[in-house]
């Protein structure tokens, strides 16, 4: 049973466009939600990250929206570029567990 | 990639044969971790660890011992290599939970 549900699975978006990849999970213990980017043969980096203390983050182009009440979370990329086109995980751990429970990948594809 | 080594690469063996992936740090983090990655499924967690010799199960830890002698060491070994442990299996070390740091990865074929 995944605990951090990811949709979706894949994304084509046109360069200029928003991208929204969207994430829910149950265990209201979860207390730290980062986003993760990863390029083909690479393995993922961190790319932004919120606690729930706050409903959105932001970081240049990149956005987190975090809904406490609903537990979802979502990342949206503003101006989509080409070199945003990657594999972007989101993930949730629990404060004093150093463990992350990953959602299933979105694979984006922005087009010129 | 932060100071993370994986070997080997790639790797094809045989159903049935013994496995061991090596992760190797110089950051002398204290958490260690193996995930695989499948498609459908994004990451997930076989094992970790929490310092020398401390180590626990992660969700898909069925086939799969570790082993962490050193801090800048953790083996991932499968005793018996099956087709379902064919997957990209990536280590990650981190200090603490702010920001996991991803090795390159191992290509493991089981044939």
């Known amino acids: 049973q995944q605990q951090v549900k990811q949709s979706p699975q894949s994304l084509i978006v046109q360069k200029g466009g928003i991208s929204i990849i969207n994430c829910a999970y149950e265990n209201t213990a979860f207390d730290y939600f980062p986003w993760y980017q990863q390029f083909p043969g690479k393995g993922p980096a961190l790319l932004i990250a919120?606690?729930?203390?706050?409903s959105e983050k932001k970081e240049g182009r990149f956005t987190i929206s975090f809904n406490k009440s609903a537990k979802q979370f979502s990342l949206h990329i503003m101006d989509s570029q080409p070199g945003d086109s990657a594999t972007y995980f989101c993930?949730?751990?629990?404060?004093?567990?150093?463990?992350?429970?990953f959602g299933s990948g979105t694979k984006l594809n922005v087009k010129p | 990639d932060a100071g993370i080594t994986q070997s080997p690469r790639h790797k094809v063996t045989e159903t049935g044969t013994p496995v061991t992936l090596r992760c190797h740090q110089t950051?002398?983090?204290?958490?260690m971790y193996w995930y695989r990655q499948d498609p459908g499924h994004g990451l997930r967690l076989i094992h970790y660890s929490y310092g020398v010799k401390d180590t626990d199960k992660g969700e898909v830890s069925d086939g799969y011992s570790v082993s962490r002698s050193k801090t800048e060491d953790f083996l991932l070994t499968l005793e018996s290599a099956t087709s379902s442990q064919t997957s990209v299996y990536f280590c990650a070390i981190s200090e603490s939970r702010i920001e996991q740091y991803f090795g390159p990865g191992t290509r493991l074929t089981v044939t």
């Open positions: 993930a949730a751990s629990i404060n004093n567990f150093n463990k992350f429970y």
């Open positions: 950051e002398n983090h204290r958490y």
């Open positions: 919120i606690r729930p203390d706050v």
